[in-house]
């Protein structure tokens, strides 16, 4: 069983859609994040919630809005996005605390028309 | 602003051959060092951690801090085709951040 699940694998979205991505890890970890990675960029750290509360939100556009219910899921509500939001979203889950690594789920490869 | 940097690559190395990677960090505050691998299409996998100065072994992988220099590298021994991936350097400070490099992209040649 992977320990963080991430569903879509692939998604296509029109520029006026609204679609969610979600992920589920299955760790016992306390906090979850997303990242964005595009062609020839870092990982951009983009949301981190840490028991459920968000706790790091780095200058993301509102067209992203996070939604953690619970300490083992993580959503992310898009909206009207922009081709260049185009990208593989990762979350990750770790155990809040100095030096704590993170785990990966696979991925969602986004593609926005 | 935090950064990491690395070489893109590709850095192209013979199966059987030592691979050196490389890494630096600009936040002096950083306390703990990963290394990703990411194969294509895929996510990011933890190969290495370290948190103190010196070298740390782990099999064929050996990560070396040097935090003085603010210098962060991977050795993989014995290199396999296998070993070829994008590897990312990873730098922590505090309970959740975690700033990433770009990615070396590395090659091993049969």
């Known amino acids: 069983e992977t320990g963080v699940t991430q569903t879509p694998r692939h998604l296509v979205m029109g520029m006026t859609n609204k679609k969610s991505l979600k992920c589920e890890q299955h760790?016992?970890?306390?906090?979850m994040y997303w990242y964005k990675q595009s062609a020839k960029k870092p990982l951009e750290l983009m949301f981190v919630?840490?028991?459920?509360?968000?706790?790091e939100n780095n200058s993301v556009p509102s067209r992203f809005s996070p939604e953690c219910p619970n300490s083992s899921h993580l959503f992310l509500h898009l909206h009207t996005l922009q081709p260049e939001d185009s990208a593989l979203y990762l979350c990750?889950?770790?155990?809040?605390?100095?030096?704590?690594?993170?785990?990966f789920g696979q991925g969602t490869r986004l593609t926005v028309v | 602003q935090k950064e990491v940097e690395q070489n893109s690559g590709p850095l192209s190395v013979p199966e059987g051959a030592i691979a050196s990677l490389n890494c630096t960090y600009s936040?002096?505050?950083?306390?703990?060092f990963f290394w990703y691998r990411q194969y294509s299409g895929k996510s990011p996998e933890l190969i290495m951690f370290?948190?103190?100065?010196g070298d740390k072994e782990d099999g064929r992988f050996t990560a070396q801090l040097n935090k003085a220099s603010q210098y962060v590298s991977l050795l993989i021994r014995d290199s396999q085709p296998s070993d070829s991936a994008t590897y990312l350097c990873?730098?922590?400070?505090?309970?959740?951040?975690?700033?990433f490099g770009k990615g070396t992209k590395l090659s091993v040649i049969p």
């Open positions: 990750a889950s770790s155990q809040a605390g100095a030096g704590t690594e993170a785990f």
């Open positions: 760790l016992g970890h306390n906090a």
């Open positions: 919630y840490s028991l459920e509360e968000r706790v």
């Open positions: 936040d002096r505050g950083s306390q703990s």
């Open positions: 370290i948190y103190s100065n």
């Open positions: 990873g730098a922590g400070a505090g309970s959740y951040q975690l700033t």
